[in-house]
């Protein structure tokens, strides 16, 4: 089954991908690989879109492990087949263990181990919120040693409008880039949290989800109820 996924090539046994809106069975303002059961749409429906994802990347379904993701910077320990620990980040070192980060604007990020040691793998979803309070910066040091990073598709710096109270703390932790008349660059917040939390690479796909209508979901642009898209990833 072809479902469309934007991967990363990183160095080391790593799988790791960022879905669409495309390739699922959901319908109406989920269509159609909707991987989000607390969106509204049929749980059956969203259960079948996780089988397709963990089917094309050829990874055990019935091990997948996601959070309750609530804006935090909780980074937990992944354990197979775990649905609904509270946090925003999930890491392991174990072979064959699938993680998923869920997002509809929200940054989706992954890091990975690339020093040489025992492999190890991180998923991370970031808002506004979790990246000024720190998320990459601890889930890379649940992974340790050197990283790498990948920014998926988030909303970009052309659709992205905050009111002072989000600009003012950015400009202060980020600097002034980030802020173009009014419209914040969580692209750009997002690679110098990797790059200040110790990543000596970080790659970033640049794709608005706010912008791509055909591609993704988002909150910015529709409000609820929507779907929702996420970055898997697990060590082969």
């Not at 607390?38 to 990874?59: I, K, M, P, S």
């Not at 087949?81 to 929200?106: F, I, K, N, R, Y």
């Amino acid at each position: 089954m072809s479902i469309p996924l934007f991967r990363w090539d990183v160095p080391g046994p790593y799988h790791v991908a960022f879905s669409t809106r495309q390739g699922g069975v959901s319908e109406g303002p989920f269509a159609s690989l909707n991987l989000g059961r607390r969106t509204g749409d049929e749980v059956d429906r969203v259960d079948e879109n996780r089988h397709r994802l963990c089917e094309a990347l050829g990874t055990d379904e019935s091990r997948l492990t996601l959070g309750f993701q609530h804006h935090s910077i909780v980074v937990n320990r992944a354990k197979a087949g775990s649905l609904g620990t509270p946090g925003d980040s999930l890491w392991t070192e174990e072979p064959d263990l699938p993680m998923l980060a869920l997002g509809a604007d929200c940054a989706l990020i992954a890091l990975a181990r690339v020093n040489g040691a025992e492999p190890a793998l991180a998923v991370l979803h970031a808002g506004w919120r979790g990246l000024l309070e720190g998320i990459v910066e601890v889930a890379a040091k649940a992974l340790g040693g050197r990283i790498a990073a990948v920014i998926g598709p988030t909303i970009g710096p052309c659709c992205y409008e905050v009111r002072e109270d989000v600009a003012d703390p950015f400009r202060k932790r980020f600097g002034t880039r980030v802020l173009t008349n009014g419209k914040l660059d969580l692209w750009a917040a997002a690679e110098q949290a990797a790059r200040g939390a110790g990543a000596a690479r970080v790659e970033r796909l640049d794709l608005c989800t706010s912008c791509n209508t055909d591609l993704f979901f988002s909150e910015r642009r529709t409000g609820k109820p929507r779907g929702i898209q996420g970055v898997i990833g697990f060590i082969g």
